[in-house]
């Protein structure tokens, strides 16, 4: 499992590699929307705009390069949603990929859920490197034989061929959502899962397709009394009858399926009093919660919001246990982020394999790592300007005004077009993959 990383000295992190075109001008359709490890860390997924799948492996460590880990390459590329057209209502559907779920690894096969805004699919990833050949009735290239030639009975042999890696679709789970998907999240049974939207969250079972029910309700009877909105949902890692959702008002509500089959009664609510001396205009839109993660031990419960990470014990309601300020520079540019609507940007956040460091992103391709036991963090940057392999990233700094040092950014020539909303960490290594609009980066720790 991966030491002390992140902020403590010992790590140095670096450059290993980037996917994606160099372009200036990125179309629309390849820009990353999620990133995902399998539980092994073998594979990482990508989905984007465009309704692709992109799925990475790690190649097998080298024998004369002991000191360097493998890369990954794409294994599979595949269409995996479709735009669609909502005739009812006139809406139409994009084809974005807004989550990636791997299905822990029973098989040779894997398995991954992935959705758009109102269809989940199941899709099974096989590799086939052998073919049945001689069969009786057909010629190898498909036709029929003539029945009067076929004088010997012939047993099919299987014949190796090139190596196939197929993405077929197995599952798919439809209109049980009228607001966008925002949440999907396998149980620890490894036979349901829940998907959230805006007003409900749904509780599928893998193998039925048809009918899910619904665990959460917040709708309203009259929706001009509506106040907050699910912003995010998921399970607890091993205790599969608890998972929590987060909401636009900035609380976490812990919910026990055991209670009563519709959870709108929660067990336990997380939520920090407001300070009200810093109230303004803008608290309401910062404090809406973009991300929720449990820590691999189900102790704790990351939230991040616009400008903080926040980790809850669950097993204290009041008040969160550590609090990280990850470009708390910006609270004086909440005017014009709100004009540039950036201010709503849903920033994600994830765990190191041990739980001792947190990661989420920035803008100006900046993202922050919190080390939680020795109370440091760095902010690093994902850019090509360092694109050799194995050179180690520098620690970046913004200078929020008086007189700006040699190595430091203003906060004024920060790029706000540049942004981290998607990060993922490798479970079990010190390799982090994160995306930056259609570029994928993957760093790790400098190896002795």
Known sequence: ?????????????????????????????????????????????????????VIFQQEPESKNQPQCRGEYNVYSTFQSHEPEFDYLKSLEIEEKINKIRWLPQKNAAHFLLSTNDKTIKLWKISERDKRPEGYNLKEEDGRYRDPSNVTTLRVPVFRPMDLMVEASPRRVFANAHTYHVNSISVNSDHETYLSADDLRINLWHLEITDRSFNIVDIKPTNMEELTEVITAAEFHPNQCNTFVYSSSKGTIRLCDMRASALCDKYSKIFEEPEDPNSRSFFSEIISSISDVKFSHSGRYVMTRDYLTVKIWDINMETRPVETYQVHEYLRNKLCSLYENDCIFDKFECCWNGNDSVVMTGSYNNFFRMFDRDYRQDVTLEASRENCKPQSVLKPRKVSTGGKRKKDEISVDSLDFNKKILHTAWHPLDNIIAVATTNNLYIFQDKLD
Do not use: Y
């Open 1 to 53: 499992m991966a030491g002390a990383v992140g902020g403590n000295s010992d790590v140095q992190w670096c450059f290993s590699q980037v996917k994606g075109a160099i372009d200036d001008d990125v179309a629309e359709p390849d820009i990353i929307s999620t990133v995902e490890f399998n539980h092994s860390g073998e594979l990482l997924a990508t989905g984007d705009k465009g309704g692709r799948v």
